[in-house]
T-cell receptor
Framework: DAKTTQPTSMDCAEGRAANLPCNHS???????VYWYRQIHSQGPQYIIH???NNETNEMASLIITEDRKSSTLILPHATLRDTAVYYC??????????????FGAGTILRVKS | SAVISQKPSRDICQRGTSLTIQCQVD?????MFWYRQQPGQSLTLIAT?????????ESGFVIDKFPISRPNLTFSTLTVSNMSPEDSSIYLC????????????FGAGTRLSVL
């Protein structure tokens, strides 16, 4: 399984962009990068995913380097409610049965006023 | 998306007993997953459950300790057997909603404390 490396924690000022890096140097060509977050006492929440192109949705943007060995999740205007643990995950393909997500340690993002 | 309901939301159990956790999804899904989150830790995958077949367990997890049922495409149960305090964790059910997105959604979890 491709492993990911993330900083243990980060701080961000409210209203500023939060940029969360992730290293996945052993990723294979057909493996997607997924980002989830977990707010205290809740189940993980899907944010965004991508293969090789940059992606954007209503929550965030995902920037993947050309060699696909790293990526950055961008929360454009962080709010206090974005304080959570953010997980960068490389999806493990299970062939015809789909795929599974293997979680790493994640990054604790603290948004401060 | 998918709406996942887990029961119970929390429980306190005595060591040596067993607890069955239920997971109900609002739509038919092929794959369901069970995770464990120990206090202060990340999520660890216990097993993958497909309807009509035996669950596939990850390294370190065995069927005798965590038997799983998957009777249909919207329901699954996880039993934590012969519990010890080390089993105190949050247990989460997750499903994959297919198509091109293949997004995995999670329930709110079952918070288990074993005394």
């Amino acid at each position: 399984d491709a492993k990911t490396t993330q900083p243990t924690s980060m701080d961000c000022a409210e209203g500023r962009a939060a940029n969360l890096p992730c290293n996945h140097s052993t990723i294979s060509g057909n493996e997607y990068v997924y980002w989830y977050r977990q707010i205290h006492s809740q189940g993980p929440q899907y944010i965004i995913h991508g293969l090789k192109n940059n992606e954007t949705n209503e929550m965030a943007s995902l920037i993947i380097t050309e060699d696909r060995k790293s990526s950055t999740l961008i929360l454009p205007h962080a709010t206090l409610r974005d304080t959570a643990v953010y997980y960068c995950i490389v999806r493990v393909v299970l062939g015809q049965y789909g795929n599974k997500l293997v979680f790493g340690a994640g990054t604790i993002l603290r948004v401060k006023s | 998306s998918a709406v996942i309901s887990q029961k119970p939301s929390r429980d306190i159990c005595q060591r040596g007993t067993s607890l069955t956790i239920q997971c109900q999804v609002d739509s038919q899904v092929t794959m369901m997953f069970w995770y464990r989150q120990q206090p202060g830790q990340s999520l660890t995958l216990i097993a993958t459950a497909n309807q009509g077949s035996e669950a596939t367990y990850e390294s370190g997890f065995v069927i005798d300790k965590f038997p799983i049922s998957r009777p249909n495409l919207t329901f699954s149960t996880l039993t934590v057997s012969n519990m010890s305090p080390e089993d105190s964790s949050i247990y989460l059910c997750s499903v994959t909603v297919g198509g091109a997105k293949n997004i995995q959604y999670f329930g709110a979890g079952t918070r288990l404390s074993v005394l």
